[in-house]
């Protein structure tokens, strides 16, 4: 059978052209996705955890979904300070369902952003945040800038799809028509194909990011000979391309939000591109990674008024990212459950933090084996939104996309464990 316009569920482009070949409940071709996204849709389905398993005495024994429910809404009860993290590679609906359950536990809800993105917020919290959708940089932009990231191999098809590669409704050649500006700590393959590339020494981004807008603002004689290993006649260079573009898009990473200066990094992009923006239009998007993770921040702070790390302990959103991020709250043994939905701390988080996660009870939401299974005392298999379950999701530009099922496995789905979780913890709060 063949499933026309479906939604890859792996990164934050969200590609919603794909064609995908299934046979009875094997999928076996999938056409347009990169390779990241074919390797998970040809295979999320054979890797699955068949049924729920809990820990006996040292080894796993296989459980009953109810059991292992009971076990979850049991240990978020009893606990002070229940951590309830992940929530970037599953639907909005569950991510719902999610803040509503830690409101009622007085617990904290993190998402992944707290290891990613969340300075970018941060900073757009102080200084706003001059965005616009792809489909405006594929139609519109001249010149691309992807500063502190590699889409090559992690966004595969952001540039065939809406930057170099792509033809726009104004821009009928972009590969002859649209420049692109590379900045980065060393040379990538994106690196190789750019029209300008700028190497920045390590932690040298809010130096180059300054001297910048100083040439922008007509203040180039305060900019050195070299800032963190850029020549100032490459930093003006790059200024004057920034200047003369008729669309500018400025596209950044991790790189920029996890090196030295953090939030402060982000901060100064976003006011580059006010800079620019007196001269010609600019704007700026977080390269995001989960394909959900954008929805998280949206859902929390619809609900709570905060994007993430929100703490219900007060009997209010309390949101202090640093205190209220569940790195801070593991490493300073805080909480005392934990339920880690649709993400793998086990493969990120640092060892003192998942020192603590082995010690408290915790509960795992995910269709299959990670690093974060053995660190769990019970594991719950779901289906996986994009090929067995149906749901909501944003795309890094906070477009909200609706992403279709095409398989039925015969698993629940994130939504459905969580609501029943939160009824059952329901049922004991506000009987
Ligand atoms: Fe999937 Fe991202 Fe590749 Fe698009 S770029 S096919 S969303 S992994």
Redesign the pocket.
């Given at each position: 059978m063949i499933h026309e316009d479906m939604?890859?569920?792996?990164?934050?482009?969200?590609?919603d052209d794909?064609v995908i070949e299934t046979e009875g409940s094997e999928v076996v071709r999938v056409d347009?996705?990169?390779?990241?996204?074919?390797h998970?849709l040809m295979n999320a389905g054979k890797h699955r955890l068949k049924a729920p398993i809990m820990r006996d005495g040292g080894a796993w024994r296989d459980a009953s979904y109810e059991e292992a429910m009971e076990y979850t809404a049991g240990i978020l009860l009893d606990a002070d300070r229940p951590l309830l993290y992940g929530w970037s590679s599953t639907q909005g609906e569950a991510q719902g369902a999610g803040v509503s359950m830690a409101e009622l536990l007085g617990g904290v809800i993190d998402s992944t952003t707290s290891v990613c993105h969340g300075p970018s917020i941060l900073a757009i919290q102080e200084v706003g945040h001059p965005g616009c959708t792809l489909g405006q940089v594929k139609n519109r932009a001249d010149l691309i800038v992807y500063w502190g990231c590699n889409p090559t191999e992690a966004?595969?098809?952001?540039m065939s799809?809406y930057t170099t590669y792509a033809d726009g409704y104004f821009l009928e050649n972009a590969f002859r028509d649209r420049k692109l500006i590379i900045v980065d700590v060393r040379k990538t393959e994106t690196g190789s194909i750019a029209d300008e590339f700028m190497q920045v020494k390590p932690g040298g981004d809010y130096a180059v990011l300054s001297a910048l807008r100083a040439i922008v603002r007509g203040r180039e004689d305060v900019v050195p000979p070299t800032v963190a290993g850029v020549t100032k006649e490459q930093l003006l260079r790059v200024a004057a391309l920034c200047k003369e573009a008729k669309f500018g898009a400025l596209f950044f990473g991790v790189g920029l939000t996890m090196s030295p200066g953090k939030y402060k990094n982000v901060r100064n992009a976003i006011e580059l591109v006010d800079d620019l923006n007196r001269y010609t239009k600019w704007t700026l998007t977080p390269l995001r990674g989960h394909?959900n993770v954008y929805g998280s921040n949206e859902v929390f702070t619809w609900m709570t008024g905060y994007p993430y790390a929100v703490d219900f302990s007060r009997q209010i959103a309390f949101y202090n990212p640093g205190e209220t991020t569940a790195v801070d709250i593991l490493a300073r043994q805080e909480c005392d459950a934990a339920l880690i939905v649709a993400s793998d701390p086990g493969a990120h988080f640092p060892k003192k933090c998942l020192e603590h996660l082995a010690s408290i009870p915790s509960v795992l939401i995910d269709p299959m084996h990670t690093m974060t299974t053995p660190l769990v005392r019970c594991q719950i298999p779901v289906a996986v939104t994009g090929m067995d379950a149906s749901g909501t999701a944003y795309r890094m530009d906070g477009v909200p996309i609706h992403v279709k099922k095409f398989l039925d496995l015969g698993y629940p789905t994130d939504t459905e464990i969580i609501t029943k979780i939160f009824e059952k913890v329901t049922e004991v709060r506000h009987p």
């Open positions: 939604i890859c569920p792996f990164c934050g482009c969200l590609c794909l347009n996705a990169c390779t990241l996204g074919s998970k966004h595969p098809r952001h799809r394909y």
